[in-house]
Every structure is written in C-alpha cells, then in structure tokens.
C-alpha cells in the first residue's frame, strides 16, 4: 500500500520528489539533529491523488494522517485540542521545485474558544493567545474557506479606532478578544456556518485547501514561467508551531550562508525580535542585520553559525534558512538552496571549486545557463528603476532592458536614428520590412504575437531588448501614438522604457547600465568547453552579429539567412526588379547586381569566423514578403521600377498564397527559379575562394531551406554543384565545400534515410518543423493558446520550447535513419530552440555535432551542452 | 554480369519488368511457337543504365547488341546490311505499362543506298523499295535526329505536285527515287551531314532515340496521369521487317479476340490488304472488317482464328494483337490484354468466369478500379462529342459530362436554377461560400486550384462534374465573362459543356447521356463483396448523398461535416451570429436556434442509414470562413446583424490569420468556445435518441478533428461526455456512442499512444495529414507544380494521392502506437485518398476497419478493397 504520510524522522533530503523540497530539507535537518519543530509531511503522490479523486481525500490517506497526527503528539508529548497544553501546528505547502508565495500557508491551527484560553494560561499572555486566534481565524477564513480577506482588515479597523489605536501593537488582550468576537460573527454572516471549533476539521480544511493552491491562478501561471509541470503536485509540511512573538527573548529571521547578490562568502541577513515571519514581510518595523544577533543573544547567534556551516557543507550549496527563536530556544524552519543572482550563482560555483567542497562538474550543476542572459544584457540602474512607474505588461521577449523615443514605422525610426535619437520601435507586429528600423532601435514593442513572432525572434538573434505581444496597449501607428488601458497616450517622440526580461513598460527614461562579465564567468565558461562535446555554433546573418558571436566563444555559423542581406535599403530595390522580372534573362540582370553585394556580406562573415565552419542558407521565405501591401507604397515601387501599377498590383495578387509558410518558398524558390540558387552559389564559392587566397581555408556549407522529398535536394544540389565547379575551373582553385539541408518538414525527417544519400549535413530547423509536426501557426497561436492555458491542455507556448515527445521523435527518427546510411553525417541544430538547454540534453543524447543559437544565447548552449555531457556521463556510470 | 539483351527466344511472359510488355509478349508468342517475326529485346535495365550514364550506352551493351545481332543474323540467314538479302529491322519502344503512341518507331531500318537496290532486285518491287527508303529517312530524320517533319511532307508533296499526282500511291518508282533524293538534301541541308549509311550506326541512333523518348514531353504526362513511376524506363524491340504493302497478297490488321467497348465474345478488328500499319492508322483507305478477312484469305482467316484463341485462352484474358500478312504468310507483330471499356471490363472478366477460364478472384484483379467511375457519371452522346468545339482545357478533378449556362457567382447561379436553367457555375476559385451554388449546377469550372483544391474536393463529394485550375482561360467574375486564348467570349448565360473525365471544355451543349448500370456490375459488386474484409464507409453531409451512398454499397457514415451544414441560407444567419456574440449567453442564444436544425440533420442521416455506424465530424473551418470580405457584403450583413459596419470588419479583421490552416480551427474551436460542441453533442444524442425511439439502433460516433495532442481530446471528449450523459439523464435513456479523433496532424499520429487511451477510433484525415507532412499547402501548390513536373521532382501532386513513403509512415507509427495500447482500436480512413485503390491496399495492409470515401467512389473501393484482399492471401500463400 502506498505510504501518504512521513514523519520528519523517516525521511530526506533524496526524497524530494515525493516531499517536496521544504519537507526533505525538514527531514534531512532533523536526521542531522538539528532543532527543527516537529512534525510531518503529507506527500504530493497524495495531492495527485486528490486530484483523481475529483478533489477529495481518500478514507485511507485521511486515517493515515490521523495515525501519523498520534504519533507526533506522542513525541511531543502535547495533544490536539487539549486546552492544558495544546499541540498547535502550521500548515505550509511545499513543492518539489520551489515556488515562492505562490501557494498557502495556515499557522496556529488548533485553536478554538477553549484552547485559546489554555494557551492564554500556559503563556500566562493572553494578548498573545488571542493575537494568535484571531490571526488564525483570519487566515483559515481567508485561505481555507475563501471569506476576503479585506472583511477581516476591515474589523480589525474598526476595532482600532473605536480604541484609537494605530498599530496593532497597541491593542491590549481585551482588544484582540474584541477582534476575535468580530472575526467569528464575520465568518458566520459570510459563510452560513460557525467557524469549526473541531482542530481535526481544522486540518483536513487546512490540507485540502493548500492542495487546492497547487491549482490557483498564480501557480499555474507561475510553473508556465519555470516550465514546471501541473502533473507534479505539492506536499503538505505539518509542523509544530513556535513562537517568534512571545516576548523580547523570542524572534525570528531569515538568512543566507553567501550573499545572494553578490555570492560573497559571507553570512547574509536578518531578524526581527518579538515577531511573527509575517511582522517581517509586512515591513512595518526595520529588521536587524543578522551580524547583530551577536550582540542580541550571543549564544544562539553561536549556535546560528554552527548550523548555518554545518547545512552548506552537508548540501554543499549556498544555503537559504528560516529561523524562529522562541524564548531563546532556536528553531530550523527551513533550509534550501539559495536563490542568487546569475554574478553570485557564478562566483559561489567558483569559490565552492576553489574552497574544494565540489567539483568542477558539480560547480556547473549548479548554474542555471538561462540565468547567463542577464549577465549579457543592459539592466535598468536598480534605483531608477524604483522611481519608475509601469504603464503595461507584455511578453518578456527578448531580455535586456533599453530606454528611448517611441517612432511607429521602420523608416521613421531610422531617420530619427540618424539625427542621433534613441529609439524605441512600436509596432502592432513586425514583418521582415521592419529589420531595418529594429536594427536601429533600442529595443522593440509589439501589440500582438507571442515569445516566437516574428519581432521576438529577429530581436532575440539581434540581441536587442523587445516585449511583445502587449495586448493591453492600443498602438495606432497610423495616427502615431498608442494608448495604455487608463487612456494615457503616448505619441511619436515620447519616451518609454522596455524592460525585455519581465515584459515591464515604463514611462520615460529609465537609466540603464551596461552589461559587464567578471572573471567567474570565464572560469565557467572555460570549465563548460573542457567538458561539453557539442560544438556550439551561432546563428548570425551579420559581420557585427558574428564578431559579437565569436567573442562569446561560437565555433561557426550554423546558420546565416540570406534573406536578411536582401531587405537593406540599397539591396531591396534590386531584390524588387528581380520579383519583378518577367523573363529569366530579366531576372539575371537583377541578380547580378545583387552578386557583388552578396559576395561581399560572405566575405566579411568568412573572414569574421576565423576559419570556423560557415552554414548559408539560401533564400528561405515566401517573395512577397519583399513587396509593399499599401497603394501608396506600391504605387511608389512601380514608378521606380518603371512597371505600371495595375502590372504590380496584379503581380504582388499572383504571389499572395492562402498558407503562405507552406506554400512558394524554401527550395521550392530554387525550383522556380533555378538562377537564384546559382547567383547564391557564385557568391559563396567566390567569396570562399577570395578569402582562402588570403591564406584561409573557408569550407564553405550551403543550406537547402525547406526540402520535402530528396528529389527536390537533388535538383537544387545540382545546380549548386555545377555552378560552383565551373567557378572553380574558370579561377583554377580546388576547395572544399559541403551540401546540405534542413529538416524542417516532417517529410523530410520520415525519409531522412533515402534524404541523407544526397546531403552532407542535416540541420534541424525546428522552428517550422514545430509549427508542421503540430499543426500550429506561431503567427497565429496567440488567439488560442490564453484557452489552452486555462483550460491545462498545453502549460506552455507548444512553439517556444522543443517538444520532446512529437517533434523529438521526428528528429530522433531522421537522426537514426539519415546515419543508416550515412554514419557520419553531421547533424546540427538552428532553430530557435538550439539555445534552449532543454533542447540541448536531447541534442547531446540524439549525438549531434552541433547546436547554433543566437548571439547572445552562445554562452548558455556552451554551458548547457557541458551540463548535458556531465549528465550523460553520469548516466553511463549508472549502467 | 547484367545481361542487357535477351532474343525472343530466351524470353517470356513473366519477364515484363525486363523486357517492357511488347517484349515480354513477343517471346511468350515465339515461346508458343506462334509466328512472330525474329528479333531481340534490349532491356528496360538497359534503358535506365542509359540515363545513368548521362545518356549514352556503355560500351558492353552495345557489344551486346551486336552480338545478339549476329545470333539472329545467323537464325533468319541474312545480313544486316547486305544488299543481297538484307535484314531489315523494326525498332520499337515497350515499356512496362502500355503507353500506347507515346514513345517512338523507326520501320524499315538497315536501308541505305545500295541496300535498296538489292531490295528492288530482291522484291522485283523497286517502287516498293523506294517507297520504304523514303518513309524510313523521313522516320529516322524525324524521331531519332529531330529534323521536322513537316520539312519532309513539304519535299513529298513539291514531288506530288510537279508529277501532278494525288494520292502518294500515285508516284512511280522513279518519283520514290526523286525523293528520296530530296530527303537526303533535306536531311544533309539540316544536319550538315549526310544521311548514315551504315546500318549499324542506324541501330545504334535508333536505340538511343527510343531511350530518350521515354522522357519526352508527352510520354511525362501520360506517366503522371497515368502513376507510372520516371524510373521504370522502356526497353527496345528490334525485329525483322515484314510487309504488309509488299502487293494484294500481303496486309496488315488489328484485331481483339472479344468486342472492347461492349465485351462480346466475337473476335472484332479490321485489316487493309497491301498496307502497313501506318496506312491503316491515316485513315486514307477503309479497312475491312476482320470478318472479311474469311473470304479474302480463307486460311490465313483460319490460322489467325486459331492463333486468337490460343492467344486468349493462354493469356486467360481479351487479348489485343496486330498482324502482318507478307505474301500470303502471317506473321504476329503483338499481342497484349486488350483495353477496354468500363463496361466491356466488366463483361469479359464475368464471362471469363462463367466461361470457366477464371476464377472470380482473378476476374476481380483483372478491373482497373477506377475505369468504374465512367459507369457511374452522365457521358457525351459520342455523335454529339464528335460535332463538338473544344475552346480550353484544365484538369479532370472529378468525372461526368455537364452542360449549361454559364454564372459567375454562387448567388446567380442558385437564380438561375430557380428558373429551371441548367447551370455551370464558374469561378476564378471556390470558396465554402460557394457550396450552395456548386450544390445546383450541372457543373464546375474553375480558373485556378489543382485536383484537390476545393472546388474539386467538394465537387467529388457531390459526385458533380468538376474542370478546375483551367489557367487558359481569364476569368472576370465580376464583369460577368470569361474569354479563351484566343479571344473568344462568354457571357452569363451562354452554353458551354465539361467533359470532368478529360478537362476538356467546349463551346455551346454538348448532349449528354446517363450513367446506366449492368447486370455485371452487381455481379463484380457482389463478388467484391465476398472477398473484401475492409468495410466502405463514405462521406456524406447530407441526405440525398447519403441516399445515393448507400444504393452503392455504402456501410457506414466515415465523414459527416457538420460544417457543411451551416452554410444553408436559413443558416448562416443563425451562425453568423454566433461568431459575432460577444458573450457566452449571445453565443449561446444564437447556438440554440441552429440546434433543431443540426438535429433535425442528424435524425435524416440515422434514419437514411439504416442503423449502418455514422460518423459525425465536430466543427472544423475557420470562423472567418462564414463570414463576407467584400466591403457591400459586410455593410449588409452588419445591418441585418444590428452591429455596426466598423465592429464587423474589426471581427472580421481579428478572425485573419496568416496560415489559417494551421490556425484556429478543428477542435481548437471547441476549446475556446465549448458551447459549441455542447450544442452539436446535443443535436447528435437526441437525433439518436429520437430516431433509437422507432426501434433503430443508431450508434453516432462524435469526431474531434485536429487533434495535436492527447490533452486536448481529453478537454473535448470530457465536454462531449458531460453533455451526452446528461441528455441520456434528461431522457432516461440508455445509449452506446464512441467519441474518437482525426488523425490529421503530424504530432496526432506521433503520440498515437498517447492518444489512443482517449479514443474510440482514429480517422485518418489524410488531406490535411498530407499537407502538413509535406509542408506544402493544396491551394497553394499550383504554382510550383509545373516546375516540378517538368524539372522531374515530382511525378505527380503529391496531395491527390497517398505517399505511402512519408504520410505512409506516419499512418503506420499511428496504426500500430495506437493498437499497441488498444487492441481493438477502430481504424478507418476519410480523407479523399479513401476512394483511391493504392490506398485502400495500403489500409488493408495496415489492418485498418474501413475506408470512407465519397459517395460516387463507393463501388471503386468495394473493388478495390478485394483486389487488397486477394493480394494479401496470395502474400500469404506465397509466404
């Protein structure tokens, strides 16, 4: 039979799992010996069960909790609901992954109208007997029986002026008994029926109201944010209450083993005698450095620091603890890793190395990589960033935090730019005509589209702050301003702020500061290359994009888009008239003023990269995403381009495509038009082949877009092969170059085997092979998936981190078969999802030879990929 | 090593892969000891090793064909080449599958200038040497050297015209000599050198040009009609010339052992004494009816009476033979399993049984499926046909004969059918607001979408005559006309006809004829009947389909649409409104109105179905779908829905999606409005209910369509559930319904496990399956198909048939992950490949339950599904 419920003594810190993290850590304290309350923890398999009980308690796990309830009153040598000497409990939840104030806490439980009188006796306080019943009346009405809690506030007011006090602190025993009086009438006129004097139903209300918290609103949201799963549940920690308020002996604190900011090997912290944890949250009175519980109780500070060693030594982590003195006696309330900030996260890893507690790998354990995004980014100045008033909230798209003038189009914002301006690009949702204006700006911000739209991935590959998706803004780009929910307006030239990190927007300037990397963060990174064997390669379609990328440690390029060349305001035109061609030798002419230009972006990457590897991918998207949608503007395009506008409008009516992603684009634009494959391939091979006379060795490798069917690759490898050998003959050079493809349609992953014979490499382009696997538009994700949240079918964005299950069964398919017949087929990854570190254990499992991310995101890939190494190692040690 | 050359001899029947179906039946007749003239077959192996050699033939097989030469050289006693008693060869293209015209023949081959004279002498004929001389350098300039043809009539008829004759049998011998003569100008003046005299470089030309005619233009497109696959190749019969026109004892003939077009047991064909084969083809003389032949040659009549039934009794089928008689000797130049009507097919193959020839099994296998749709759709009375003027032609999407005049919009169109006109609705494209429109035509044309888009989709469904993507003509819906290539106009209201089984459109009404079913058809019905194992099932929304389903055969409602529905005129309203509800209780106000008549559906689908399982589709389009686009059509509709114009095109404008195939549509709509499924639940149970009351037993099976993820048909089925049980409360009732899922997506199929828990029945939805495993969207494919024909990627749409390769596999990781949790897991198929016989035989092989198609191809997959049967047990036997 399962076992629901553990005592502290007969658990540890192993079983987190199953005890969540508070209820481990209480275990493994007590078997440690050290003074924590005791008590018992209900686990999460019951809250799972809860669940499937249509949210009920089992007969036999509420028996088991009642057993279990003996035992500790056995221990203890106190009873429930005995007014001499009353065993009185909290009730906290506690999940295996820690989610801080998002789930409920009941304290004092076990009070009633008779046990508060034994307890006034037993304390000789009744002002604190009654202080601690009316707060627990407070909190079970609030959180067990859902009666707001402003009802409660509102009493207690009334109470305090009918007395003139103003804090709490000067009502006096009779006072609270007052409030007591209040609060019971209160919850009898909202809920129908007495508050439960039975301590026994107490607690069953009390457990399944913190299972119920498991499921409100900012849990869900909050495991959405942390990629926690619902499936998880939380436990239950039953503990015996101690007092932190019983008078100037007693005390409570909370304190950390290293400074979580800064990671300084340094007891951290602070207390507040005569006080509840709550008096410490609410910050009424200013709590002491925890430096000064030497001087306060010298004895317990001892005592502190002893355990506070002896807990970082046993976890071997810098640890984070809550502790009550009552009546000079310490109390352990908790113990966990502790929170830090990405600086203290690097320099605690480094030191613990240094200070020989853990080993290099441990050390990289330790570090989440996502945190390394902060490091990488300008934040706001903390204090400016206080003074600064919010006016919305949207999707933290691209971390970083940027200040500027809002402009809401692309050429305004260029123009303004130039005059020297800081910019911010507001826009209702970008489109590839936007790269230029987002180039130039600061940061960007979108009214619609979610974590993968079109701005949140190019602004991600910029490195460039954006929030998107900001639906409560009412953004008119027409008439050139935008509005906030309470009707402020914002016009062209206003200055807003943009933290990319939250999702936060703030009216005016906030000062920012600029990133700086310390020498811990080499360390690490250095430590990460030692061990990781995933070669780390960067997505950059720019010089600037991959110098940036090379110094953050990128091997190559694993994918540079071409496309991105084509939208620069000295190219498009060209780009245009050759759309626009309506004979191939037409279409040549434009192409070969596009050739030099092109050659000379190739030139500069290869010469950027250093001999590392270069992956071009040929031109990807649909055409018309080159062309204007507005009258005027097409009617400007067809007076350059000396065409009439009914021929361009008719023309850019040709290209429109109902499903436009999987319609004319990819290879299929080779295929069609056979002469843009050989303009690219000429500007490759000569670009390689110019580098290479400067005493290089550029292996350049082309990448087909979109192939569904290895006829296709055939086709276009073709012309690739036999362009790029009459180049060779006509300069007499032999090179090196590679031929590959994307697998980003899952045809092309079903029949990666007969698809391998052709190519010398596969790029996972897990991107569009997402949205095909399910069916699911990015672009158009946003309308549902608010549904699909609430209603738990997906707890996150489907298209933001790989899906293991569907899409990674394609990959691990196309992996197995393309190696079947091409055992060192190189396989690689550049999507968006290539610096998730997710994606990068799977790519290290599926054994692929690289992943490519952006810029920015290089370093969290190289130490993911450590991390996957050290993980793989580990399970290997296991078999 | 390969051998690439076989002589008849060392060849037969069963080699057709090898030596192409001519070859094969040339060996297995010499085999018989049949009179065939000698030769030898070089191999499709060869033919396909030619293109692998950048078309050129290795040095080893054209050893090899001299070598065999000579061995037949050696049999027949004469010289290639020798103008004593020359060999003279035919040499012919015959592939695998007959592709009758569509490769090239070079006669008379082994002439040159001295040749002929001994074959003057020879024949004692010099007219006739001169006459085959000339037609043999007119043949060899044009098909193997590619010098126009018409340059040679021109020399031909300057030489008429000067000796002043008419007829080409005007021309004496020394007119023959003449041009000759100018041919070989001709040929030298073209080429820039002269005729090749050697035989042996003839030969060799010869073979080449037969191996490259296997891709010329025609020969591609037949291929694509016709899913022969591009790498078969064809194989080369080079065989000694005998001569039908060597004088009035000497002939040529075609005959069919029974009548093709009716199936009648008596021999049928037709010869022309002194002739060869090509005289018979101009149509300058009339042939004799084979009959004749009794009186002309009594023996010769006998021997070849004797030869036919030889032939048809080996072969046990309606064989197709062509014959040379030289001087009174016969000779067999082919025979083949003749082709046949529709109708002829059915006949031969059951008098074949009832012949005792056969068994009902092989007369099964001897039906192409797909001929039995000509049975079933109106025909053009032939007479009427031939008189006929065709003004364009676009592609065959779905079968029948149709005439009437034209309207441009589904609106006219209805107007018009009121009046009692015959309608052809003609639109640039169709969209779902066209369906009633489409629903009262005689048929559809449209200028743009291939073979599945909708106009075709919904056309087969209707079993409606349907040309689509007719790109040769300009539509101009708006003002009312279209015009041809060259110029030609149609207004509203002229005739025109469709011919859906060819693509061809003519000008004014062409007289139709019903489709008529024979007595043989049931008996092939019955039999197919008796050997299937999968059932039929077809997709039908409403009753009259339904009805005519079920006189087919159909067992089962696979795909009910219930979107269908909503598009009737007293609909539409009633959902328009509740798309535009800004509340649940709007929304559901509106819902409430469509519910009787959703019911109301439902009760004439179980009650036409007669207890046979129906399967009802939840909700799948986009709500844009329902809605207008044009300015006058959103004014009106805002009026009528008491909205102003501005909020309707912001709805309309919020509904806009990007790729809205892969957006908010299918089950997606029942999470974010489940109101929606609750109502459609609820008309489906109390349809049954109502109709269950009169002693059926309906069990209405509920389908969730676009499924991505095991989550979502947990949301859906739970509501459909919670709705259902509650109905059967309401009604005290106790009732059986299943609740399953499409299968359409990539991910549905890749986590079939996870899904199949959830599930009563998976139904493949193989159309939107499709377009997402090959990322390519059916309406917008048109654009680079032909590229892709033409460059030799695909050999036909890739989304009008099956892949078994990549969509295949994904059905068969469905078929098995879905059954390996749920054995008894109902399988079926309702997208359109349902109706198509390779992938019937691929759900046989799969172990599906049914297969659902529309209503017309119902006897199509009651055949097909046999022939998978018969297949299968002979696997089986052989394994």
Redesign the interface.
């Known amino acids: 039979m399962t076992k629901y419920v553990y005592m502290f003594s007969e658990g540890n810190a192993s079983m987190r799992n199953l005890l969540g993290g508070k209820g481990a850590n209480l275990a493994e304290m007590t078997g440690l010996g050290l003074p924590v309350p005791r008590g018992f923890t209900i686990t999460t398999e019951a809250c799972t069960r809860y669940y499937e009980d249509n949210e009920t308690i089992a007969q036999e796990i509420e028996a088991e909790i009642f057993e279990t309830l003996a035992k500790a009153e056995d221990l203890i040598g106190k009873k429930f609901g005995d007014p001499n000497d009353p065993y009185l409990v909290s009730v906290r939840s506690g999940s295996r992954a820690s989610m801080p104030g998002m789930m409920d806490t009941i304290l004092n439980l076990g009070l009633n109208d008779t046990v508060v009188e034994g307890l006034a006796k037993l304390t000789g306080n009744p002002r604190f007997a009654y202080d601690s019943y009316r707060r627990f009346i407070a909190m079970f009405g609030d959180v067990v029986m859902e009666v707001e809690k402003s009802l409660f506030e509102e009493e207690l007011d009334a109470v305090k002026e009918e007395r003139g006090a103003k804090l709490d602190t000067d009502l006096d025993a009779d006072a609270m008994k007052e409030v007591v009086k209040r609060y019971k009438a209160l919850y009898a006129r909202v809920k129908g029926e007495d508050f439960p004097q039975d301590p026994r139903e107490q607690l069953m209300e009390a457990v399944k109201a913190v299972f119920r918290s498991w499921n409100n609103e900012r849990a869900i949201v909050y495991r959405r944010m942390n990629d926690i799963p619902g499936s998880w549940g939380t436990a239950v920690n039953v503990q015996e209450m101690v007092y932190g308020n019983m008078g100037n002996t007693s005390g409570t604190g909370v304190a950390f083993t290293r400074n979580p900011s800064t990671g300084e090997n340094k007891l951290y912290g602070e207390f507040l005698m005569n006080a509840q944890g709550e008096d410490v949250v609410a910050g009424i009175r200013t709590p002491q450095t925890i430096d000064q519980l030497k001087e306060v109780m010298p004895e317990v500070y001892e005592q502190f620091i002893q355990i506070a060693e002896t807990l970082e030594k046993h976890y071997r982590d810098m640890q984070d603890m809550e502790f009550t003195i009552e009546r000079g006696k310490l109390f352990m309330l908790q113990t966990r890793n502790g929170k830090r900030t990405a600086a203290a996260a690097l320099k605690v890893a480094v030191d613990l190395v240094e200070e020989g507690m853990i080993s290099k790998e441990e050390a990289l354990l330790k570090i989440d990589p996502k945190q390394l995004d902060a490091l990488l980014h300008p934040t706001f100045v903390p204090a400016a960033l206080k003074a600064a008033k919010s006016i919305a909230k949207g999707l933290p798209a691209s971390p970083g935090a940027a200040t500027g003038r809002v402009y809401f189009d692309a050429e305004s914002a260029t123009v303004a730019s130039e005059r020297g301006e800081k910019v911010i690009l507001v826009r209702v949702e970008t489109s590839p005509e936007d790269i230029q204006g987002m180039n130039v700006s600061q940061g960007i911000l979108t009214g619609r589209g979610g974590m993968t739209s079109h701005a949140a991935v190019v602004a991600r590959g910029m490195g460039k702050c954006c929030v998107s998706g900001c639906s409560e803004l009412s953004i008119r780009e027409k008439d050139g301003y935008f509005t906030t929910e309470d009707g402020t307006r914002f016009n062209e030239g206003d200055w807003i702020s943009l933290d990319g990190t939250t999702g936060l927007i703030y009216a005016g300037a906030v000062e920012t500061q600029d990133a700086s990397l310390s020498g811990d963060f080499d360390t690490i990174m250095q430590w990460s290359d030692e061990t990781r064997t995933l070669k780390i390669r960067t997505n950059a379609d720019t010089v600037s994009d991959a110098a940036m990328a090379v110094k953050l440690g990128a091997e190559g390029i694993g994918l540079c888009r071409t496309e991105h060349m084509f939208f620069e305001a000295d190219r498009i035109f060209a780009f245009r008239q050759m759309i626009v061609a309506k004979t191939v030798e037409a279409r040549r002419a434009a192409l070969a003023k596009l050739l030099p230009m092109q050659k000379e972006d190739f030139i500069g990457l290869f010469e950027t990269m250093q001999g590392f590897p270069v992956t071009i991918r040929f031109l990807d998207p649909p055409l018309h995403e080159f062309l204007p949608h507005e009258d005027a503007e097409i009617n400007k395009l067809a007076a350059e381009l000396k065409i009439s506008s009914d021929d361009l409008k008719t023309l850019i009516n040709d290209l429109h495509?109902?499903?436009?992603?999987?319609?004319?684009r990819g290879c299929?634009l080779a295929?069609?038009y056979p002469e843009i494959a050989e303009m690219q391939t000429r500007a490759v091979i000569e670009a390689a082949i110019e580098v290479n006379k400067k005493g290089n060795n550029v292996i350049p490798e082309i990448m087909i877009p979109?192939i569904?069917?290895v006829?296709?690759l055939?086709?276009v490898k073709n012309i690739v092969v036999k362009t790029a050998e009459q180049i060779l003959a006509e300069n007499n050079v032999k090179m090196e170059y590679h031929v590959g493809t994307m697998i980003?349609?899952?045809?092309a992953a079903?029949?990666a085997d007969?698809i391998a014979r052709e190519a010398d490499f596969f790029s996972f382009g897990t991107n569009?092979l997402t949205?095909?696997?399910?069916?699911?538009?990015r672009?158009?994700?946003g309308?549902?998936l608010d549904?699909?949240y609430q209603?738990?079918?997906?707890e996150s964005d489907?298209t933001a981190r790989l899906?293991l299950?569907?899409?990674g069964?394609?990959m691990k398919i196309a992996s197995q078969d393309g190696r079947s017949v091409k055992p060192d087929l190189k396989l690689g990854i550049c999507g968006e999802h290539g610096g998730d570190p997710s994606s990068i254990a799977y790519c290290h499992e599926l054994g692929f030879n690289y992943v490519s991310c952006s810029p920015f995101r290089v370093p969290i890939a190289r130490l993911a990929a450590a991390q996957a190494a050290i993980a793989d190692s580990e399970n290997l040690g296991q078999k």
Chains 1, 2 share one sequence.
Do not use: W
């Not at 495509?657 to 004319?664: A, F, S, V």
């Not at 980003?744 to 045809?747: A, C, K, T, V």
């Not at 949205?771 to 538009?777: D, F, H, K």
């Open positions: 495509e109902l499903n436009p992603m999987m319609g004319h299929r295929v069609t979109l569904c069917d006829q296709e055939k086709f980003e349609i899952p045809r079903l029949t007969e569009d949205q095909m696997t399910y069916g699911l538009s672009d158009d994700a309308k549902i549904a699909y209603n738990k079918i997906f489907p899906d299950i569907g899409v069964k394609l």
